[in-house]
C-alpha cells in the first residue's frame, strides 16, 4: 500500500469512528434546538452579562420580527442584518429560537500595528523590466477600511475617490494608521531630497476611503461588515477590485459563522480581492512563539492573508526574516493554513497623518519632513497588508481579468518560499510583484477556474527541507495534497483536520513544547 493509500486510509477510519460516535451519542429528535455562539457569547452568557451587542442574520422584516418577539433594540442595522442590543437572558432566548442558526458578538476590532519596493520587485515593474510595459496600478482601485485618510497629505492628494465614515465623522483620520497604511498602496513619491525614493506599491491607483476606526484606533465588526457591504454596492462605481484590511478582531467561532469572514466572502463572491493583515500575534510577551494566533478575517480561506517580513534594511532577500510579531497559523477552529504569504513590514516609511494620535504620541517614529509632507515608520502585518494590496494592483492593471482565487494562486506560486520559517509562519513564502506580473504577463499561470475557494492547486515548493522537491499531487475537494518523497511524508489538508503520516494529528489543545504554546487567548 502507498503512503498516500495509508494516509487516505486511517483518515476514512477516523472519519468512520467519528460518523460512528456521532451516531451512538446524537440527541433525540425532539432536543431542544441551540444556536451556534462564538466563544465570547459563550462567556457572556455564563456570566449573565446585561448588555451584549449581537449579530444576526436577516433582511429587515425578518430583524425586526425577531427583535418584537423578544422586545430588543436593533441597535444597528446592516445589509446582512442588525446588531441587537441584548442581555444574557434574551441572549438564551434567542439561541433557542429555531429561525437563528448561529449568533455572534459585535466584537472590538483593532488596526494590525507592531518597504521597500525594490526588496519585492515593485520598482522593475514601474521601470517596464523583462518586457513589461510600466505599471502603476492605473485603473484599479482599492477600498482602504481603516481609520481613515488625511487626504491633505501631499503623497495622498487627489488619490482618494470618494470617502465614507462608519463611525459617524468625517472620513478623517486622527489615528494615523489609515493613513500610513494608504501611502503603502498608492503614495505619491515624496517631494524632498530625503523623500523621493518614497511611493506607493500601486502609485497610479486610486483609493477609496472607508473609515471604520475611531481616533484611538478601536472599532467595531460591525462597522467593517458595513463597509465592505458598501465597497460590494459601489464596487462598479468606483471600479473597486480590492479591499485592504489591515485590522483584525479574535477568532470565536469559526470562519463559517464569522460575520467578518461571511462579509469578506460576499467581495470575493463579487470579484474584488480581500486582502487581510495576519495579525502581530506571533510571540507572548516573555518571548515564547506563539501558533494559532491569526486573526479575523484572516483566517478564511477565501481572503488573501499577509504575514510580515522583516528585510534588516537590505533589498537582498536571502537575508530577510519572518517578523517574530507576525501571526503563525494554523487557524483557530477551523485548522486553515495561514498566512498565505509575507510581505515587508518592519520600519516602513509611508504618510504621517498630521496632528494624528500616533504622530503625537510616538515622536520618535517621525522620520522626515513636517505638516502635510511628513513621514513617519511603524511595523506590523498591517504595513504587509498594504504592500500585497498595492501589488495586486499591477496585477490587475496588467490582466483586468484575473478573479480572486487567480490573484491568490499567482501571488503564491510566485513567491519565494522561506524553508527557515516553515508553511506556518511564512506561507507560501516572501511576495515577489515582478515574477508575480512577469508570470501574468506571459501566461505562466492560467486562470484557476476549477479551484474551490478553500483550496489552492500550485505545483511548487511548499514544505519540503533543504529545497528538495515537494509537489502537489492530488486534489480532494477542499483538500490539498503535498507529496514530497525526500525528508517529509505525505501531508494532507482534509477539511478542518490536519494529519502527516506520521499519524500526528493537531488541534487546540496541542503544546509543542515549552518554548511554543498556542494564543493564549484561545484558552
Same mark, same amino acid.
Given at each position: 500500500?502507498?503512503?498516500?493509500?495509508?494516509? #487516505?486510509?486511517?483518515?476514512?477510519? !477516523?472519519?468512520?469512528?467519528?460518523?460512528?460516535?456521532?451516531?451512538?451519542?446524537?440527541?433525540?429528535?425532539?432536543?431542544?434546538?441551540?444556536?451556534?455562539?462564538? /466563544?465570547?457569547?459563550?462567556?457572556?452568557?455564563?456570566?449573565?452579562?446585561?448588555?451584549?451587542?449581537?449579530?444576526?442574520?436577516?433582511?429587515?422584516?425578518?430583524?425586526?420580527?425577531?427583535?418584537?418577539?423578544?422586545?430588543?433594540?436593533?441597535?444597528? !442595522?446592516?445589509?446582512? &442584518?442588525?446588531?441587537?442590543?441584548?442581555?444574557? &437572558?434574551?441572549?438564551?432566548?434567542?439561541?433557542?429560537?429555531?429561525?437563528?442558526?448561529?449568533?455572534?458578538?459585535?466584537?472590538?476590532?483593532?488596526?494590525?500595528?507592531?518597504?521597500?519596493?525594490?526588496?519585492?520587485?515593485?520598482?522593475?515593474?514601474?521601470?517596464?523590466?523583462?518586457?513589461?510595459?510600466?505599471?502603476?496600478?492605473?485603473?484599479?482601485?482599492?477600498?482602504?477600511?481603516?481609520?481613515?485618510?488625511?487626504?491633505?497629505?501631499?503623497?495622498?492628494?487627489?488619490?482618494?475617490?470618494?470617502?465614507?465614515?462608519?463611525?459617524?465623522?468625517?472620513?478623517?483620520?486622527?489615528?494615523?494608521?489609515?493613513?500610513?497604511?494608504? &501611502?503603502?498602496?498608492?503614495?505619491?513619491?515624496?517631494?524632498?531630497?530625503?523623500?523621493?525614493?518614497?511611493?506607493?506599491?500601486?502609485?497610479?491607483?486610486?483609493?477609496?476611503? #472607508?473609515?471604520?476606526?475611531?481616533?484611538?484606533?478601536?472599532?467595531?465588526?460591525?462597522?467593517?461588515?458595513?463597509?465592505?457591504?458598501?465597497?460590494?454596492?459601489?464596487?462598479?462605481?468606483?471600479?473597486?477590485?480590492?479591499?485592504?484590511?489591515?485590522?483584525?478582531?479574535?477568532?470565536?467561532?469559526?470562519?463559517?459563522?464569522?460575520?467578518?469572514?461571511?462579509? =469578506?466572502?460576499?467581495?470575493?463572491?463579487?470579484?474584488?480581492?480581500?486582502?487581510?493583515?495576519?495579525?502581530?500575534?506571533?510571540?507572548?510577551?516573555?518571548?515564547?512563539?506563539?501558533?494559532?494566533?491569526?486573526?479575523?478575517?484572516?483566517?478564511?480561506?477565501?481572503?488573501?492573508?499577509?504575514?510580515?517580513?522583516?528585510?534588516?534594511?537590505?533589498?537582498?532577500?536571502?537575508?530577510?526574516?519572518? /517578523?517574530?510579531?507576525?501571526?503563525?497559523?494554523?487557524?483557530?477552529?477551523?485548522?486553515?493554513?495561514?498566512?498565505?504569504?509575507?510581505?515587508?513590514?518592519? !520600519?516602513?516609511?509611508?504618510?504621517?497623518?498630521?496632528?494624528?494620535?500616533?504622530?503625537?504620541?510616538?515622536?520618535?517614529?517621525?522620520?522626515?519632513?513636517?505638516?502635510? =509632507? /511628513?513621514?513617519?515608520?511603524?511595523?506590523?502585518?498591517?504595513?504587509?497588508?498594504?504592500?500585497?494590496?498595492?501589488?495586486?494592483?499591477?496585477?490587475?492593471?496588467?490582466?483586468?481579468?484575473?478573479?480572486?482565487?487567480?490573484?491568490?494562486?499567482?501571488?503564491?506560486?510566485?513567491?519565494?518560499?522561506?524553508?527557515?520559517?516553515?508553511?506556518?509562519?511564512?506561507?507560501?513564502?516572501? #511576495?515577489?510583484?515582478?515574477?508575480?506580473?512577469?508570470?501574468? !504577463?506571459?501566461?505562466?499561470?492560467?486562470?484557476?477556474?476549477?479551484?474551490?475557494?478553500?483550496?489552492?492547486?500550485?505545483?511548487?515548493?511548499?514544505?519540503?527541507?533543504?529545497?528538495?522537491?515537494?509537489?502537489?499531487?492530488?486534489?480532494?475537494?477542499?483538500?490539498?495534497?503535498?507529496?514530497?518523497?525526500?525528508?517529509?511524508?505525505?501531508?494532507?489538508?482534509?477539511?478542518?483536520?490536519?494529519?502527516?503520516?506520521?499519524?500526528?494529528?493537531?488541534?487546540?489543545?496541542?503544546?509543542?513544547?515549552?518554548?511554543?504554546?498556542?494564543?493564549?487567548?484561545?484558552?
Amino acid at each position: 500500500m502507498t503512503a498516500t493509500a495509508k494516509v #487516505l486510509s486511517r483518515l476514512v477510519l !477516523r472519519i468512520g469512528a467519528l460518523a460512528l460516535v456521532v451516531a451512538v451519542t446524537a440527541a433525540p429528535g425532539y432536543a431542544q434546538h441551540r444556536a451556534r455562539l462564538s /466563544a465570547d457569547l459563550a462567556d457572556h452568557l455564563a456570566f449573565g452579562s446585561q448588555s451584549i451587542d449581537v449579530i444576526v442574520h436577516g433582511d429587515a422584516a425578518q430583524v425586526d420580527a425577531v427583535a418584537a418577539r423578544y422586545n430588543l433594540v436593533v441597535a444597528r !442595522r446592516l445589509k446582512s &442584518g442588525a446588531v441587537l442590543r441584548v442581555n444574557a &437572558g434574551q441572549l438564551d432566548a434567542l439561541g433557542k429560537d429555531t429561525d437563528i442558526d448561529h449568533l455572534s458578538g459585535d466584537l472590538p476590532i483593532r488596526s494590525s500595528m507592531a518597504i521597500t519596493n525594490v526588496a519585492i520587485g515593485a520598482d522593475q515593474v514601474w521601470a517596464g523590466a523583462d518586457d513589461l510595459p510600466s505599471l502603476t496600478g492605473r485603473g484599479v482601485t482599492v477600498a482602504v477600511i481603516d481609520s481613515g485618510i488625511d487626504t491633505r497629505h501631499l503623497a495622498l492628494r487627489n488619490r482618494v475617490l470618494a470617502s465614507v465614515d462608519f463611525t459617524g465623522g468625517d472620513g478623517n483620520d486622527r489615528f494615523g494608521h489609515g493613513t500610513h497604511v494608504a &501611502g503603502i498602496i498608492a503614495g505619491q513619491a515624496g517631494r524632498g531630497v530625503d523623500t523621493r525614493g518614497v511611493q506607493g506599491v500601486a502609485a497610479g491607483a486610486f483609493l477609496v476611503n #472607508l473609515r471604520v476606526l475611531g481616533d484611538d484606533g478601536s472599532g467595531t465588526v460591525s462597522s467593517v461588515v458595513e463597509a465592505i457591504d458598501w465597497a460590494i454596492e459601489h464596487r462598479a462605481q468606483y471600479d473597486i477590485r480590492v479591499i485592504n484590511l489591515s485590522i483584525g478582531a479574535p477568532v470565536l467561532q469559526p470562519y463559517r459563522d464569522d460575520p467578518l469572514c461571511e462579509a =469578506a466572502e460576499r467581495a470575493v463572491a463579487a470579484g474584488i480581492v480581500v486582502v487581510a493583515s495576519a495579525g502581530n500575534a506571533g510571540r507572548t510577551t516573555d518571548g515564547r512563539l506563539v501558533f494559532g494566533g491569526v486573526t479575523s478575517p484572516g483566517n478564511d480561506p477565501s481572503v488573501l492573508t499577509v504575514g510580515a517580513v522583516d528585510t534588516h534594511g537590505t533589498a537582498i532577500r536571502s537575508d530577510d526574516t519572518v /517578523a517574530p510579531f507576525s501571526s503563525r497559523g494554523p487557524t483557530r477552529y477551523d485548522m486553515v493554513i495561514k498566512p498565505d504569504v509575507v510581505a515587508p513590514g518592519t !520600519r516602513i516609511v509611508s504618510a504621517e497623518a498630521e496632528g494624528s494620535y500616533l504622530s503625537t504620541a510616538f515622536p520618535d517614529r517621525h522620520v522626515t519632513g513636517a505638516g502635510r =509632507a /511628513a513621514y513617519m515608520q511603524l511595523s506590523g502585518t498591517s504595513m504587509s497588508a498594504g504592500v500585497v494590496s498595492g501589488t495586486v494592483a499591477l496585477l490587475l492593471e496588467e490582466k483586468s481579468r484575473l478573479k480572486p482565487v487567480d490573484v491568490r494562486v499567482v501571488v503564491q506560486l510566485t513567491s519565494t518560499f522561506m524553508p527557515a520559517a516553515g508553511l506556518l509562519t511564512g506561507g507560501a513564502g516572501m #511576495l515577489n510583484a515582478l515574477a508575480a506580473v512577469v508570470s501574468v !504577463r506571459h501566461g505562466a499561470v492560467r486562470q484557476a477556474t476549477n479551484i474551490a475557494s478553500e483550496s489552492i492547486a500550485v505545483s511548487k515548493v511548499l514544505f519540503a527541507p533543504s529545497g528538495q522537491a515537494g509537489r502537489v499531487s492530488r486534489i480532494l475537494g477542499h483538500s490539498i495534497v503535498w507529496d514530497s518523497s525526500n525528508g517529509w511524508e505525505i501531508f494532507v489538508l482534509w477539511g478542518t483536520s490536519i494529519a502527516w503520516d506520521t499519524s500526528i494529528v493537531w488541534d487546540t489543545s496541542i503544546v509543542l513544547d515549552t518554548s511554543i504554546v498556542w494564543d493564549t487567548s484561545i484558552g
